[in-house]
């Protein structure tokens, strides 16, 4: 009987550790799985980062190249030598007009068109033709 009870303790001793190494095992791969995913979450957003910083490149590029040819073309280069070099084409007169605030002087002095008196029209008129 000794034996007996002996071989059925080590059997359910022998059973426990198995119990135990299989939860362990499959704890383990459990956070394993975890880690995993996670792993693979930062991956994605890593990815999605990327890709719109990539987009936003593109879209700078495109401006860039856009300016780029504009300041290429013919138009912008006579722009730029008008205006910073004095430059004219042959045969063009020169014209230069003083600053604002001396012409605003010279200019006769135009109301806005609105009239100020709320008179009617026909009493606006006899003003007019001093009639009234």
């Known amino acids: 009987m000794k034996k007996n009870y002996r071989a059925r303790v080590l059997k359910e001793k022998i059973g426990k550790v198995i119990s135990l190494i299989f939860l362990l ?3 383990g791969g459990a956070v394993s799985t975890v880690r995993s995913i996670r792993s ?8 999605a980062e990327a890709q719109m910083r990539v987009e936003a490149l593109r879209k700078e590029n ?6 780029i040819e504009m300041v290429e073309s013919d138009e912008f280069r006579e722009f730029q030598i008008r205006n910073n ?17 001396i012409v605003k002087k010279f200019s006769p002095n135009i109301s806005s068109g609105a009239d100020e008196s709320n008179d009617p029209n026909w009493i606006k008129w006899m003003k007019f033709f001093h009639f009234w």
């Open 62 to 67: 495109d401006e860039l190249a856009k300016r």
């Open 40 to 47: 693979l979450q930062k991956t994605s957003l890593r990815i």
């Open 25 to 27: 095992v499959v704890v």
């Open 85 to 101: 070099l004095g430059m004219v084409k042959e045969g063009e007169i020169v014209v230069v007009l003083p600053d604002a605030e």
